[in-house]
């Protein structure tokens, strides 16, 4: 806040936030070296920026205005060429809040590589009083690549430019307090004049010194340099702008050393000191509606106080120093004034005060239009009786106590009525309105008039804008009357005034306009009558008389026409003259059929045709014996012909494409007995005979009449069909044999009804095809077989068992094979064996048709189970384990028990047996009751039968 009003105070408009230039001088000149010295702004050259747009140039990386600044930065110079120069300079007189002056600004130069001399540049420059350089002040760079700072781009126009965004610049002022110092920014162009360098600047200045927001019982507080320095060196040992400490101690001192982007320093030392504020404030008047309060708050250590925060207890606050409030209700008020010191630290004072009810003053009105009276309706209100009631119209008329009065204001314009009321206990309200007494329109629409009826009046009611409404019923703002009488206009202006004025109009009647524009044959004379009797007539030709008459002499003929009352016009009509016309369609003709004559009727201007047949061009295209006739017209003449036509008939000739069989011949007659022949053969006949040869063939025919007419067919020999179905066949059952008839562009008829060119046979038949190309026939015929294959064996795989020495097996061979060979050699239909495997047996039904099988001999022997009774577990190595054989058994479950039901062995392994032990003892000798449960193998593929269950005992001995 303290800062803000230093550079209000101090340094106004550095940052052209009033958005001009205001406080700034301008000058203008030229590159290189910089020589700006015209004074005056140039448009385009000194330019305010706004907004959130962004720099074209540098591909819109440079923002046109400060990033967290005001709304408002200069551009200086431009992006356009022609060494041009530009200059800024801004004077201040040096004091404590001013002392530290920051500015930011931002480059932008087009690198064309020429000398430094001559390349476009940005200059910064400070002086004091004495004219007399500041050496931290001042900064030159001229457009280059490898500037410290800057980048370089190709932007999107294809130029290579330099830029720097911006840079924040502070400049230490102290040792210049109470002298006044001046900075400058200038930019050129090239010295070559086609290249630009412009910048953007912003400024601003505050007071040089640390800043504090310590506060009493503040377990922390931050010390805050200024900106706009390159580097910052605390006492403490940080380098940041600001640094925070931990449990700060009053009369503590910190100091920082600050550099600028020039190289200068400066120390600036802080003692903390807590900032302590005491609120306070006196309030005047006891009447709701007006009191005044004042600020009596006070700094007791530390910066002074910034702000101010004022809730009066009715929803609305103030931040002013001593605000003027109006309150809505009378009675006890609590106020609040809470104070703030430049570092943040509040004090808080509440008081209650006590208001006196006011009146609430208010009217209302209609305003009137000029001349008439206007009445004032009192709307007050009062919370006490009344004491004093005043009506003051703004037009020096005497005063009114009435409470709703009435008055007429003149003349018209606008006056501020005051109200004022006071009651008894002193307070008072007044209110003050603007009334505007509206003029009524002036409407003038002229004198009367007497005029003839082809010289219109306007009548013109003026007043733009308003609405009117005219004796003729029209609303707009003019008329032109149309028949005579009293013509007048109501004119209302937009608030309602209104005004009239009436006008005599007399129109008297004029001649009536009867010539027209008229053309005719150049052969009949044209009769023009102006007609009017009565009136008095003068013709362009030079006659008096009121029709005339024109022979061939075309032209614009008028006439002059006068009425008693002397009321004229001018009439006239164009005559023109059309040509003659005449027709020639030439003598009678003779032509052949399908020839086409063309009667031309002849071009004439403007002309229009009709032939006999209803056509209407200019010729008539004739294909039939008759008479032909046309009518040609211009309009206005006209001429006639008829000519007659005689066609013979050509020759009939009725020869067409013709296709056959290659084993055919075919002759080609032109017919037309009595006629003449050529032949594209060559021949002179009526008739030639074809054999084998296809292509085209032609013949041109002339009649007796000497009428000619050609034809010309092709005629296509097909050939032969070429057939061959093989020889008879015979097939096994389930082969099939494919046949193949197909000859191009071909149709087929199989003896069993089948249509298509190939098919598939597997059943035995003869079969007969036709095969059709439309033209040539064939046919074949084939026989096919169809052998049985024999019948696979009835068994191909058999379980037994030939432990039994007696057991043999009978294998047999297909029931249906004619001869039958096994892999044992025989060849009978069924062989004994007794050995288990693979039996192969092949069957055959000549020629071709075999069955070759495989017989399986699997051993399968059924399940048996063996218990001995007895066993002595002694260790001597005989008969001392229980072990159950078994064959062809697949799961087992084998349980001991003793002859209280306890299990003393159980197992489902095979060749597991019990050794006379249960939980690490002998058992004793005795009776032992078993269990053995198994599922047996029912055939040699593994697949079990049902559970089985073996029970007994074993006797153990010892």
Not at 115 to 144: H, K, W
Not at 323 to 337: A, E
Request: charged share 10%.
């Amino acid at each position: 806040m303290l800062s803000t009003k230093a550079q209000q105070s101090s340094c106004p408009n550095t940052g052209f936030e009033d958005g001009t230039f205001a406080n700034w001088q301008a000058f203008t000149g030229w590159c290189c070296p910089i020589n700006a010295n015209t004074m005056g702004l140039a448009n385009g050259r000194h330019t305010i920026m706004t907004g959130p747009g962004m720099d074209a140039n540098t591909n819109n990386n440079v923002p046109v205005v400060a990033p967290g600044g005001g709304v408002y930065s200069a551009r200086l110079g431009n992006d356009q060429t022609g060494s041009e120069a530009e200059r800024l300079r801004y004077s201040m007189v040096v004091d404590a809040n001013n002392s530290l002056f920051l500015y930011r600004y931002a480059v932008v130069l087009e690198d064309p590589a020429h000398d430094d001399a001559e390349q476009p540049r940005f200059q910064i420059r400070m002086f004091n009083q004495n004219n007399q350089p500041i050496d931290c002040g001042l900064y030159d760079v001229t457009a280059s690549a490898g500037i410290p700072g800057f980048q370089t781009v190709v932007n999107q126009f294809g130029s290579t430019v330099v830029y720097k965004n911006w840079t924040t610049v502070g400049m230490d002022l102290t040792p210049y307090i109470g002298q006044t110092v001046t900075i400058e920014f200038a930019t050129g162009d090239c010295s070559l004049g086609g290249h630009y360098g412009y910048a953007y600047l912003d400024c601003y200045c505050s007071p040089l010194q640390i800043t504090s927001d310590f506060c009493p019982g503040s377990l922390t507080t931050t010390l805050s340099a200024p900106t706009g320095f390159t580097s910052y060196a605390w006492s403490t040992g940080a380098t940041t702008p600001s640094i925070t400490i931990v449990n700060p101690i009053e009369g503590q001192t910190y100091t920082v050393t600050l550099t600028s982007v020039t190289g200068c320093t400066v120390t600036l030392t802080s003692v903390l000191t807590p900032a302590i504020v005491a609120s306070g404030f006196a309030s005047v008047g006891e009447c709701m509606n007006n009191v005044q309060f004042t600020d009596n708050s006070s700094v007791i250590s530390g910066p002074a106080i910034s702000n101010w925060l004022w809730n009066f207890g009715d929803g609305t606050t103030s931040t002013l120093q001593n605000p003027v409030h109006s309150f809505d209700s009378p009675g006890d008020h609590t106020v609040t004034l809470v104070v703030y010191s430049a570092a943040d630290c509040p004090d808080t004072l509440v008081q209650t005060i006590n208001l006196l009810p006011s009146p609430i003053v208010d009217f209302s009105f209609t305003p009137p239009c000029l001349g008439e009276q206007m009445t004032f309706t009192n709307n007050s209100v009062l919370g006490n009786a009344m004491s004093q009631l005043r009506w003051d119209f703004g037009d020096g008329s005497p005063i009114s106590t009435l409470s709703n009065p009435s008055h007429v204001f003149s003349p018209a314009g606008t006056y501020n009525v005051e109200l004022y009321i006071s009651d008894v206990l002193g307070c008072s309200d007044s209110l003050t309105l603007p009334v505007t007494i509206t003029p009524l329109p002036t409407v003038n629409i002229g004198p009367d008039q007497v005029t003839c009826a082809n010289q219109p009046v306007v009548l013109n009611a003026a007043n733009a804008g308003s609405t009117y409404l005219w004796s003729t019923g029209q609303t707009t703002q003019s008329i032109t009357p149309v028949s005579s009488g009293n013509h007048w206009v109501i004119v209302t202006l937009p608030n309602g005034c209104a005004n009239s004025d009436t006008a005599l109009v007399t129109l008297n009647p004029i001649p009536i306009d009867v010539l027209d524009n008229l053309t005719a044959c150049i052969e009949d004379p044209v009769v023009l009558d102006a007609q009017n009797t009565g009136c008095t007539y003068l013709w362009n030709t030079g006659a008096t008389s009121q029709s005339i008459t024109i022979n061939a002499a075309p032209g614009n003929y008028t006439v002059v026409i006068t009425t008693p009352l002397g009321c004229t016009i001018t009439d006239g009509a164009q005559v023109a003259f059309a040509p003659s016309v005449s027709v020639n369609l030439g003598p009678d003709q003779l032509l052949c059929d399908q020839e086409v004559a063309v009667a031309n009727a002849g071009v004439f201007p403007n002309a229009a045709y009709l032939w006999s047949d209803g056509s209407t061009n200019q010729t008539l295209s004739v294909t039939q014996s008759g008479p032909v006739g046309v009518t040609v017209t211009n309009g206005y003449c006209s001429a006639s012909d008829t000519v007659g036509y005689l066609f013979y008939p050509l020759p009939v000739l009725t020869l067409t494409d013709t296709a056959l069989c290659i084993e055919q011949t075919l002759t080609l007659d032109a017919g037309n007995a009595g006629s003449t022949y050529l032949w594209s053969t060559g021949a002179t006949t009526q008739s030639i005979t074809l054999a084998e040869t296809s292509g085209w063939y032609g013949v041109a025919v002339t009649t007796p009449d000497g009428c000619i007419d050609s034809v010309r067919v092709q005629v296509s020999f097909i050939p032969s069909i070429v057939l061959d179905l093989g020889p008879d066949s015979i097939l096994c059952r389930g082969e099939s044999l494919v046949l193949d008839a197909y000859n191009p562009n071909s149709v087929y008829q199989w003896s069993d009804g089948i249509t298509t060119f190939g098919r598939v046979v597997s059943n035995s038949q003869n079969l007969i095809v036709n095969v059709n190309n439309g033209y040539c026939y064939g046919s074949d015929t084939i026989s096919v077989l169809v052998v049985e294959n024999p019948l696979p064996v009835l068994v191909n795989a058999v379980d037994v068992c030939f432990e039994d020495p007696r057991v043999q097996l009978t294998l047999d061979g297909s029931p249906t094979g004619t001869f039958i060979f096994w892999s044992t050699g025989d060849t009978t239909r069924s062989i004994v064996v007794r050995d288990y495997g693979q039996y192969i047996v092949e069957a055959l039904n000549p020629p071709r048709c075999v069955k070759i099988d495989t017989i399986q001999v699997r051993e399968h022997c059924p399940p048996r189970v063996f218990i001995p009774n007895t066993f002595t577990p002694d260790n001597d190595g005989t008969n001392d384990f229980f072990i159950p054989v078994s064959y062809n058994v697949s799961t087992i479950d084998f349980k001991i028990f003793n002859r209280w039901g306890e299990i003393v062995f159980e197992t489902d392994s095979h060749g597991k047996g019990w050794d006379g032990y249960h939980s690490g003892k002998v058992v004793p000798d005795g009776v032992y009751n078993y269990r053995f449960t198994f599922k047996p193998y029912i055939d040699s593929y593994g697949g079990m039968g049902n559970e089985e269950v073996l029970t007994g005992h074993v006797t153990v001995l010892r």
